[in-house]
């Protein structure tokens, strides 16, 4: 029963994080990186199932684009992994990680620390890896790929503040926290 329950969960973030990715992106025009709603499924995944089955549904989510457009854009994991946004989706697969570290390190009982841990790993993590690969593929310097990523800060600070909100629920409706 436990093992069905934790595939059903997997499964059903794989595909929150799938449906996030028929919504449109917002190119922005100076970075080859659009805005996306993405993030706030991995965001999710990291905060409702945890390190293990929150990688899990990332990884499955990423095998189900090698044969599906199931990327913001139509895009498939192929696609991605050859374009400039490639470091930004590989960091996704270290949120859930990252906010497990975290988790260690501080109590997620509180709603602003809960918040700064999930803004911690999945926004700054994300958007310096993203940048620092952005960098590499454009033969641009760090610094201004590291400044460009400026931009996402609002909304995924907003998308973050948003996955706290529902986890902290989530989480207290189940008795995790």
Known sequence: MNRTKSLVQVALMTTIIIILGLL???PLGFIPVP???????????AILLGAKKGSLAILLFLIVGLFLPVFTGGSTTLVVFAGPTAGYVFA??????ALAGL????????PLISFALIWL???????VIGAVYLAHYTNAPLLPSLLSNLAFIPGDTIKAAIAT???????????LD
């Open 24 to 26: 449109p992106a917002i």
């Open 35 to 45: 805005i996306v709603l993405q993030n706030m499924g991995i965001m999710l995944a």
């Open 92 to 97: 996704w697969l270290l949120v859930p990680l």
């Open 103 to 110: 988790r260690q390190l501080l109590p997620f009982s509180q």
């Open 121 to 127: 790993s999945g926004v700054l993590l994300v958007d």
């Open 165 to 175: 909100l529902v986890g902290i629920r989530y989480r207290k409706q189940l008795g």
